[in-house]
């Protein structure tokens, strides 16, 4: 069973590679069919969350 810590820990490092850009960090992390839902109903695959992310962070 995964614990609290390890959560924590793998959400820690997803949020790093947000921050940074690390497409690689990203993509050994989310599910390449991974499929995000953003505020406008739009739908965006895994490949350009990152790319997104960064666009928001930068504001």
């Not at 406008?40 to 895994?46: F, M, N, R, V």
Request: glycine residues 2%.
């Amino acid at each position: 069973m995964i614990t609290k810590d390890e959560i924590l820990n793998l959400e820690n490092t997803l949020y790093r590679a947000i921050k940074n850009n690390d497409v690689e960090i990203l993509d050994s992390l989310l599910h390449a069919d991974l499929l995000f839902i953003i505020p406008s109903d739009q739908t965006i695959a895994q490949e350009k969350y990152g790319v997104l992310c960064q666009a928001i962070l930068s504001r």
